[in-house]
């Protein structure tokens, strides 16, 4: 197999990347459903819910740290849902296609 072969093999297959937001919406949905495992395990094992101020408490200094990045995920992904609710509304009637002709 020459580098001939590896040429055929790149124009047979093309390659699509995934856009940014599609990325951005598994890893908060990964995110969303590991923190309901996480939780659901916890409760398993002993039989009541995480509590916040505990939490907060063991991490220390750091707890403010992680609560500024977890609201600026949270901000960014509700700018994104926003942004995507106001081009919905923005798109005239007659521009959207009729799923029956889909």
Partial sequence: MGPESNTILESDMSRKDWPV???????????????????SVYMGFNGRPYDANLLLESIGPFAWIIITIELAVWTIVAIFLGGRIVNRVKINPSEMQVSESV
């Fill in 21 to 39: 937001s599609t990325i951005c919406k598994y890893a908060v949905f990964i995110w969303f459903g590991a923190s309901l495992f996480s939780q």
